[in-house]
């Protein structure tokens, strides 16, 4: 079956460093995503890796291993509007996005 | 670039009727919409995928003659909800999908902005 595994929630305090976990089986594979989610509002693309390794966007990189079936979103001097839930979606083998229930992140002055 | 976006976001109905709804993909061509449904706190559900042109492939357990999709250009869907009840309440989201480079990173779904769907 396809599974997604990632911490329900994590709080974290502004200004520090927050790394958020997935670990995921997919029937192939054809990338992995990342989406933000603001409480009542529909996700926003954050960052795609396909390739192993490391991908950093500013305050936001993800990172990948596929032979681990492992990913991971770090999110760098936390800003209060980072409050959100965190979408960890691969892709299997006919293109379609895997979605979970995501990580609600709460961010604390 | 890659903005999608839905009307209405908000619709208040009567047992009954019916609600269309519209996404639009403003500055790409879309190959691919999805439609999703979500409940509070819940995950993202698809409820079906479309591609241009062809008949919408609905997942497991949505019934099609309720849920209408017409995909029927590039940068248009409509969901239709038929005869609606109380139990189809929900956030209902659109996602395109272009596999063109540009303004669009292959593969990626970009999201509208969703319609909330209340029926009393």
């Known amino acids: 079956g396809q599974n997604i595994d990632q911490p329900t929630e994590m709080t974290a305090t502004e200004g520090a460093i927050v790394q958020i976990n997935c670990t995921y089986q997919?029937?192939?594979?054809?990338?992995l995503f990342w989406y933000q989610q603001h409480a009542g509002e529909a996700p926003t693309f954050l960052s795609y890796?396909?390739l192993d390794g490391l991908e950093e966007k500013g305050r936001f990189s993800s990172f990948l291993s596929r032979s681990k079936g492992y990913s991971y979103l770090l999110l760098k001097e936390l800003q209060m509007k980072d409050s959100a839930s965190y979408l960890c979606?691969?892709?299997?083998?006919?293109?379609?996005?895997?979605w979970g229930a995501g990580t609600k992140l709460i961010i604390k002055p | 670039g890659a903005v999608v976006s839905q009307h209405p976001s908000w619709v208040i109905c009567k047992s009954g009727t019916s609600v269309k709804i519209e996404c639009r993909s403003l500055?790409?061509?879309?190959?691919?919409m999805f439609w999703y449904r979500q409940f509070p706190k819940q995950s993202l559900m698809l409820m079906a995928t479309?591609?241009?042109?062809?008949?919408?492939?609905?997942e497991q357990g949505v019934e099609k003659d309720k849920f209408l999709i017409n995909h029927a250009s590039l940068t248009l869907s409509t969901l239709t909800v038929t005869s609606a009840h109380p139990e189809d309440s929900s956030f209902y989201i659109c996602?395109?999908?272009?596999?063109?480079?540009?303004?669009?990173?292959?593969?990626?779904?970009?999201f509208g902005p969703g319609t909330r769907l209340l029926v009393l």
């Open positions: 997919t029937s192939g594979f054809n990338g």
């Open positions: 479309s591609n241009e042109g062809s008949k919408a492939t609905y």
């Open positions: 500055d790409f061509q879309a190959t691919t």
């Open positions: 996602s395109a999908r272009s596999r063109d480079r540009g303004r669009t990173i292959q593969e990626t779904q970009y």
């Open positions: 979606a691969p892709m299997d083998s006919n293109y379609q996005l895997i």
């Open positions: 890796n396909v």
